[in-house]
RNA sequence: CGGGGCGUAGCUCAGUCUGGUAGAGUGCUUGCUUUGGGAGCAAGAUGUCGUAGGUUCGAAUCCUGUCGCCCCGACCA
């Protein structure tokens, strides 16, 4: 059967990959190496994303703020873990102005900068700079901002999406007056985004925390989200630290408590990136393109109308105009392609960008007042035929129950995907059979030089502790 | 940053070994016939052969430099 996107999954995912970034127009490879341009229809996915992402962010009482793109090189100095994260993929900005030098434009020798930026990779710093200033009394605590910006690390191997050396996030910094408030928050946003990636995403996820190995460079505690991708590999989509005191010590943030005495407070950070979109398109995505989940859908119905050149246009049009408008009613994005493409073409370009249901209309639904759809996620078996007097009603229903489909299909993967193993020895002779997928094994076996050597032999690390049993750990393959 | 591969039409690539006026498929444009899961025929347009230099009567082709991309490592929120 011929496919949208070739080479198919199984024969290479990763090419699959790159090339249903083209085929669904979501993004291209920018002139500046590691970067990407995030096409229209791709960044609508993300606008969709964000804002839902933004009013669940606001309902934890997180206030939105905007700090700059540049941080002194001093302000990475002051926590030493935290510049050993991060020295090795920093861009640095060294003059302020061009000179056209034997004809080219080149930065001016005279304007080097006395002190360099750093084009940030992360706010933690000059955002605890900030709130050295904004904390001075248990009144003003707790403190909670976020931002919603672009950072820079320079990657030496980027992957669209999944990696990329500029990307687009939010960043959470919160603060507070005890270790048990600024845990409990971190926690509290590590479940967020768990819930956002389940009931916006439709992604079921494997929620823990990171090993001592694994956490973030200047934090006490860290919880992540690992996804499973299909081909077995695990996506790290979003991360929220307890950042103990490092941050506030570093950066001086001091409250005076009730008892008058001056005490550091605790922090914490959180984040998610234009990568949970690499973790949406590898989760749902087929053979054929794009699969979307309705609720990030940025078209959820696209009607397709069949034009013979003999019928009736204005008869079309006023099908088609009240097909819409009992969607627009319920809030349904819909779209109605009249362009002048074949309407097999059509199908395809809207299959293709994994819109949730499509709908065809021609002179035999005009005819008989029906309407036949069609829904991506389980292709030309699910074509169906309605009457027009049901249609918002039915597209509503099956928007809902897609986007639990989605979930459910991707669970059941999940489980497929997870293998307990009881020892190295099990870990390994699975390893070496190919087997794919996460490994649930005893975290006190992953302590010792002969698992150091299967992650030097099989590339795979600890993704997070299991929730249910912090004894145990996950370990699997990783993007 | 190491190892390998590649830069030729919008895209995928042939042509390079063996130097001699730039090619195919696809896409695009136009017309007719088509149209319910990727249509057919016909006509047409499209290039600084990544870039700079060298060798030569002559370079996509040979030589040197350089830039970029991909894959595999190393590194990594």
Redesign the pocket.
Known sequence: M????TPTRSENF??WY?NLIV?ADLAE?AP???CMTVKPYGWAIWELMRDEMDKRIKAAGVQNANFPLLIPIEFFNKEAEHVA??A??AAVVTHYRLKMIDGKLQPDPESKLTEPYIIR??SETIIGEAMSRWVQSYRDLPLKLNQWVNVM?W?????MFL?TSEFNWQEGHNVFATHDEANEDARKMHKVYGDYMRDVLAIPCIMGEKTPE?R??GADH?Y??EQIMQDGKAL????SHDLGQHFAKSFGIQYLGTDGKLTHAWTTSW???T?MMGGLFMTHSDD??LVLPPVVAPYQVVIIP????DENIDAMNEFTTNLESQLRDRGIRVLTDNSDM????K???W??RGVPL?V??????IETGTV?M?RRDL??S??ETVSVADFGETVAAKLDTMQHDMFAVAAERNKTMIHNVKDLAELESALSKGTIGFFRIKYTETQNDRFDALI?KY?I?RRCLDDSDPSFVFVAK?Y
Do not use: C, H, L, Y
């Open positions: 011929k496919t949208a996107i990763s090419e790159q085929a490879n500046v190496r590691g994260g991060f090795k993929e990779p992360t690390r990657e030496m191997r980027p992957r990696r694994e973030f460079a860290t992540t989200i790290q989509a979003g991360t984040g998610t990136s990568r054929d393109g069949i034009t013979r050149g074949r309407a097999p073409d199908m395809w370009k299959i293709k499509r065809e209309i021609g002179g035999r639904e036949t069609t292709g030309k699910s074509r030097e590339k690390s990783s």
